[in-house]
């Protein structure tokens, strides 16, 4: 891995099919709408798998391209890359083949969208002006027929408000007006220190944490309707203190602007042992909770004792007219505290004003 690609900004990945019937079409193409009613070539299925460690993602893309027209088509297969950013390892393979792909800087990169835009083909490639691309030719796709394409790159993760972000906008895929049909996505990450806050927004995604320093973030949308028109997003942070804390904020002149703050504490061995536990349950018991409202909040303070461990204090407030405590002060729970409640909770009545 080269020095100047270690340098290199992160990129967010944008990947456009721009199908052609062969041979390729000259400036006269139709617009955009008659294009999306001609264009034969269409993705059943993408699959995103990435690997992050420490920093550096790899990343893999499987895609399902099927032509359902009558004759041969070929594709340009674009992934637009930010200003100064630089892709190391980019492989591509067109069925059973390797295709060639080029890198282009922003300067050439540029010119490519400006011919695309001028033929009508996607005017969305513009907000792309000053970056950098990843180019490849993918032919021939058969008539009535598929072709698998798999890519493969890596590159440097940025970092906003300390934390380091995936990126992969899949929105770019719908081409031509088209989603993919099928979508699944599957992103690994370690680190050589904790992982802290992981945060990945949108529907459909689930993050399962691996320990201190792993996790796996996985999503799948089985129909074009499902999936998301927004890009997907990983974040996450690095730190070995003992809380992890990260605020994101967001301003657009003249708005005052937000902020959201990300806290996760340490996470600990399911074999270790508990830290005790100091716990007040503030309960209403007015007459706006009578009938099943108190039956459901008995139940309530019921599994609360339950789950208590000796080491551990406690209290129960139940509050009308005024705050009445099980106990003058917290607790410890264990047995005979925990029978005393117990026989509390079962004379607990809905009546009273709500004294909040």
Not at 189 to 196: E, G, H, I, Q, V
Not at 268 to 282: E, S
């Amino acid at each position: 891995m080269s020095n100047d690609f270690l340098r290199a900004a992160a990129f967010a990945l944008a990947a456009f099919l721009f199908p052609q019937p062969f041979p390729a079409q000259t400036d006269s193409a139709p617009p955009p709408e008659d294009l999306r009613r001609h264009d034969p070539v269409r993705t059943r299925s993408l699959r995103v798998r990435a690997t992050v460690r420490d920093g550096v993602a790899s990343t893999e893309i499987d895609e399902v391209l099927r032509n359902e027209g009558g004759a041969d088509a070929e594709a340009v297969w674009l992934l637009p890359l930010p200003q100064d950013a630089v892709a190391d390892g980019f492989t591509m393979t067109v069925g059973d083949r390797e295709v060639q792909g080029e890198v282009l800087d922003a300067r050439r990169a540029q010119e490519v969208y400006e011919s695309i835009v001028r033929r009508r083909r996607d005017p969305g490639l513009l907000e792309y002006f000053g970056e950098g691309c990843l180019r490849a030719r993918v032919f021939p796709i058969p008539a009535r027929g598929e072709v698998t394409i798999k890519v493969r790159f890596r590159h440097v993760l940025a970092q906003h408000g300390g934390m380091h972000e995936w990126r992969f906008p899949l929105r770019a895929f719908a081409a031509s007006g088209r989603r993919p049909e099928r979508v699944s996505l599957d992103v690994e990450l370690s680190a050589s220190t904790d992982l802290k806050n992981v945060f990945a927004p949108g529907s459909g995604l689930q993050v399962v944490r691996r320990g201190e320093r792993g996790a796996r973030i996985s999503a799948e949308w089985r129909t074009a309707a499902d999936v998301p028109d927004r890009d997907l997003l990983v974040l996450y942070s690095l730190s070995e203190a003992e809380f992890g804390l990260n605020v994101l904020g967001y301003r657009r002149a003249p708005d005052d602007g937000y902020c959201m703050l990300l806290l996760s504490p340490r996470r600990t061995d399911a074999n270790a042992k508990p830290l005790p536990r100091t716990i007040q349950f503030v309960l209403d018991t007015s007459g706006s909770m009578a009938g099943r409202k108190i039956e459901q909040a008995r139940n309530a303070v019921r599994w609360f004792l339950q789950s208590l461990a000796p080491h551990d204090r406690f209290n129960v407030v139940p509050f009308a007219t005024e705050a009445e405590p099980f106990f003058p002060d917290l607790v410890p729970a264990d047995e005979e505290r925990i029978a005393a409640a117990a026989a509390k909770v079962k004379r607990i009545e809905a009546r009273g004003g709500t004294n909040i």
